[in-house]
């Protein structure tokens, strides 16, 4: 056994076989065992073998181990000999390494490269590891193979700074890394790469600075905080974070939160080689109550957590449009929080301030001086722009759509109808708003992504387009004139203290449950006809159930929310919540308490300013 001090060499990351010396001593890692010796790694991509009779000792797997190199043979294979040391230094070997950006990979097929950056997703296949790795330029995978279905270079997951080396491939016509060495990179080393990474992400992140589609004082005054919202989620898409957006089912709703899906999926597809990425990097999932309640984050969380287990993703950015804003959403965000979500919000409901503390941001036209007439639609689509530009063209008509459905009476909408008058009149805005409406009933809360699309005419069908919203369009007026007809006999009529018309409308016990119009939808068809029979006077309309009212106003300034607040407080055991905009909401309550509450909110109603 030597007993002098000797040099043992390691290898460090960077370093080829060529970097390898016969007659060197070499410290390695034990790799595996066969019938003929043992393997040993050098580093992670360059190893050697110790024939079993050139063995002094036993060694358990990644054990370290003192071997001497006796031959490079011409085709790269290391012959190694064991040897023992009582005494040695250890000197690194290091190779200045040159890095490559993803976005250079298209001119190094066939060549061997080296690229660091952050892993946005371990996926393990049937085969190999699929490494997703995200640098200041782009992203694209690294495939790693031990044997069929093995877990490659467990240390690394999610989230971490790597550097990976290996040869540049195509497969199936898409860019790939084919790893011969993928290291975790640790402390200062790994802090510069993210350091580098974010300073070069937040640059791209940056969202187009283009002026809005209409002239909107309230549009210019909520710019920054759009800025901000459209950052976060060109930055999510650059990092491979997957979005989940969470809308309303109406067509208001639906045209904001495709106008993004636009966007969004058309950002992916441009920066993202692989072809299914769109279909697990974004996901649009529409929400029964005009919040975000406890059963949405609940699905949210199941799918987030198995995909984030199965398939190694990131945990989600939450995109909430038209609603986020109120203190209904608030068991949802704290749940969210638990999780340390992220979550945005684009809403024009009347926001309550206290959920701003779970949000990275909130457009809401009521911070800015603004109020509901300004649509979600409208929101949404100047948002895709700032996110997205190339998409313009194909959304700039669902502002009109969406402020036609909404009813609003906004300053934009006349700007955005006069954009498209030529292709979308109003009354086609009309059609394709209540064949959004229709299709979304029996849709319940499924996406609808590709029916949706057909339309709101952005699948390069228009055939196909003007056929489905014609057929819609005649299913979903014969089935509202039935259920008028139905209802209208039943419908109650009062004179206010303040003058205004008030109008009750049972829509459990007087009208088809379970099909279209739903309760909210034949409440405000009764309220059209209704504001029509008493027109230039203030009209209020209620569709009553067995435990909620849905509130349509014209003339009459309720503040629902305020009223909502009030009732929960005044009536013990009522049960009462709910939310809306200041003319338009819905409240529920236990049924034992329905009389109570709904006879305490008229006596509100009453109390309101005529406008």
């Not at 004139?481 to 303040?498: C, D, F, G, N």
């Not at 016990?509 to 119009?517: D, E, I, L, Q």
């Amino acid at each position: 056994m030597s007993k002098s001090t000797e040099t043992v060499y390691k290898l460090g990351l960077g370093c080829e076989v060529e970097d390898v010396q016969e007659g060197n001593i070499y410290l390695g890692k034990v790799q595996g065992f066969a019938n003929f010796g043992t393997f040993v790694q050098l580093n992670n991509s360059i190893k050697g073998l110790i024939h079993k009779s050139n063995a002094l000792t036993q060694h358990r797997e990644r054990a370290d181990i003192l071997v001497m190199v006796a031959q490079v043979r011409p085709n790269g294979n290391i012959d190694l000999r064991e040897v023992i040391l009582d005494e040695y230094e250890t000197t690194v070997v290091n190779r200045a390494v040159r890095t490559t950006h993803l976005s250079d990979l298209g001119d190094k097929v066939g060549r061997r490269i080296t690229v660091e950056g952050e892993l946005g997703q371990v996926k393990q296949t049937s085969g190999p590891t699929i490494f997703t790795i995200i640098d200041e330029t782009g992203v694209e995978n690294a495939a790693a193979f031990i044997e069929a279905g093995v877990r490659a270079y467990p240390e690394a997951d999610t989230g971490d700074i790597v550097q990976i080396s290996g040869e540049v491939m195509k497969r199936n016509n898409q860019l790939q890394i084919e790893v011969s060495s993928l290291n975790r990179l640790d402390g200062e080393e790994a802090a510069q790469v993210r350091s580098r990474i974010n300073a070069a992400l937040d640059k791209r992140a940056e969202p187009a600075d283009i002026p809005f589609l209409v002239e909107s004082d309230t549009l210019v005054k909520l710019r920054p905080e759009m800025k901000k919202l459209a950052k976060i989620v060109r930055r999510a898409v650059f990092t491979q974070q997957p979005i989940i957006l969470r809308h309303h089912a109406d067509a208001d709703d639906i045209s904001a939160a495709v106008a993004v899906e636009t966007a969004v999926v058309s950002l992916i597809r441009e920066h993202i080689s692989e072809t299914d990425s769109e279909y697990y990097l974004f996901k649009r999932s529409p929400s029964k109550a005009p919040f975000y309640e406890i059963e949405d984050i609940t699905r949210d969380l199941d799918f987030m957590l198995k995909d984030a287990i199965r398939f190694g993703q990131k945990l989600p950015l939450i995109f909430l449009m038209d609603n986020g804003s109120t203190e209904e959403d608030m068991p949802a965000y704290k749940v969210a929080q638990v999780y340390d979500l992220d979550v945005i919000v684009a809403d024009h409901h009347h926001p309550d301030e206290i959920v701003d503390q779970f949000l990275q941001a909130h457009v809401n036209p009521y911070h800015v001086g603004g109020d509901f007439g300004l649509t979600a639609g409208m929101i949404g689509t100047e948002l895709a722009r700032m996110i997205n530009p190339l998409v313009e063209e194909r959304i700039r008509h669902l502002p009109a759509i969406a402020g036609v459905a909404d009813r609003s009476d906004s300053i934009e909408l006349p700007q955005y109808l006069s954009l498209v008058a030529d292709e979308y009149p109003l009354d086609e805005c009309k059609k394709i708003a209540l064949a959004l409406d229709y299709e979304q009933f029996w849709l319940r809360f499924n996406d609808g992504r590709e029916i949706v699309k057909d339309i709101l005419n952005l699948s390069n069908n228009p055939l196909r387009h003007r056929r489905l919203v014609s057929l819609l369009v005649e299913e979903a007026e014969t089935a509202i004139a039935e259920q008028v007809k139905t209802l209208m006999p039943h419908v109650e009529r009062r004179i206010l203290a303040s003058g205004a018309h008030l109008f009750l409308a049972d829509v459990e016990m007087y009208a088809h449950r379970f099909t279209f119009p739903p309760p909210g939808k034949t409440s405000g068809e009764i309220h059209d006809l209704l504001c029509n029979e008493h027109a230039g006077e203030p009209v209020v309309t209620l569709g009553i159930g067995p435990d909620f009212v849905v509130l349509r106003s014209r003339g009459v300034l309720m503040n629902i929310p305020r009223m909502v607040r009030e009732l929960r407080d005044e009536i013990s055991g009522g049960g009462v919540n709910g939310g809306g905009h200041l003319v338009v909401g819905s409240i529920k309550f236990v049924e034992g308490m329905r009389n109570v509450v709904i006879e305490s909110l008229i006596a509100k109603i009453g109390e309101a300013p005529i406008a």
